[in-house]
């Protein structure tokens, strides 16, 4: 039996599954796809994909069955639990983000294996990987680099950091001590910043805020923010974030130097996001109530990412800036999202 190509996207219901499903089932290029989730596929998006799977990415035999029925040609591994729901189960992230994505690259390297061609695995890494020690820290270090401060405080940041390498290693380095190495993987990785959809609204993450509030003032909802208003971390429109993964699975292997890459769009502060909010909604009410927690997680992060390794090997360049994002995207869209749900 011939096996039909298709590209695998786990987490595929997700916020950047519902932006990568939409803009790779236009690409006549690209191969069909195939959706796994733990939950359906949203019904708007079963039209364009091939099939969708419901299932645990720890099923290993639903795994096996994907590699005997399709030829994969790469896949986003965009399943995990992010960094606020992974604090309140640590154990459960472990298994999810670390045992899941394990499982999930030796399939691939199977699959690499039988069609003597490496396997693509696409995995977006995050911005909780780093670990600054205190604010002071955190404003002097400017945009910090893919090698630097890689002490995360969380269960989510030690999960993405152990499988960067994991892919690293099994790309380049597994069976080391055999005649025969493995050809068997193409593992490229993108640290996200936070990520900001003007059609879905994230859950489970700590860097939430930032969408939340701009989500509430559209809806005429008041917000109360977890974090002060001086926070700053890095952010991107979510068309970049989608446009990212694509460039980098698209670039030819021999300009890729590395496994790993930060990208960025825009770093603010909380107080910035605000100020924007308020001057498209003028209603909007915006309060801050940090929580101890929370907030604790995004102080350790990144105010600023350097992102110019990316820029060399593959020409990214975000599309969006903080103007762009906020006017040309997020308003115009969540406007007209929540006008239609009000209707
Ligand atoms: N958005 C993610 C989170 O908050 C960070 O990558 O967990």
Not at 266 to 284: K, M
């Amino acid at each position: 039996m011939t096996r039909e190509p298709i590209v695998l996207i786990t987490g595929a219901n997700g916020e950047v599954g519902h932006g990568l499903i939409k803009y790779l089932s236009q690409q006549a290029h690209v191969p069909e796809i195939v959706a796994f989730d733990l939950k359906p596929l949203d019904e708007a998006l079963r039209p364009l994909v091939k099939r969708y799977l419901v299932g645990d990415i720890l099923d290993n035999a639903l795994l096996e069955s994907l590699h005997q029925d399709y030829e994969i040609d790469t896949i986003y591994h965009l399943a995990a639990l992010l960094s606020t729901s992974a604090e309140k189960f640590p154990e459960l992230a472990h298994n999810v983000n670390v045992q899941g994505t394990v499982q999930l690259l030796h399939m691939a390297m199977r699959e690499g294996k039988s069609r003597q061609k490496a396997v693509k695995f696409i995995y977006p890494s995050s911005i909780a990987v780093y670990g600054l020690p205190d604010l002071q820290t955190k404003a002097q270090a400017g945009a910090v680099a893919e090698n630097d401060y890689l002490f995360p405080t969380t269960m989510y940041g030690c999960n993405k950091l152990y499988t960067e390498h994991l892919g690293r290693y099994y790309t380049n380095h597994y069976q080391q001590l055999s005649d025969m190495p493995s050809v068997g993987l193409d593992f490229r990785c993108l640290r996200f910043p936070g990520l900001i959809s003007a059609f879905t609204v994230p859950s489970g993450g700590t860097s939430d805020y930032a969408p939340e509030m701009i989500h509430a003032a559209a809806k005429g909802e008041a917000y109360t923010c977890f974090v002060r208003e001086d926070t700053a971390i890095p952010f991107m429109a979510m068309p970049d974030g989608i446009q990212a993964l694509i460039q980098l699975a698209e670039a030819p292997r021999e300009t890729l130097n590395s496994q790993v890459y930060n990208v960025t769009g825009f770093s603010a502060t909380a107080a910035e996001i605000a100020t924007l909010v308020q001057a498209e909604f003028p209603n909007a009410q915006i309060s801050y109530e940090a929580s101890a927690g929370r907030q604790g997680i995004v102080d350790t992060w990144a105010a600023d990412v350097d992102d110019s390794r990316a820029r060399k090997d593959w020409h990214w360049r975000p599309a969006y800036d903080i103007q762009r994002t906020f006017a040309d995207y997020l308003f115009p869209n969540i406007r007209e999202r929540y006008t239609e749900t009000m209707l």
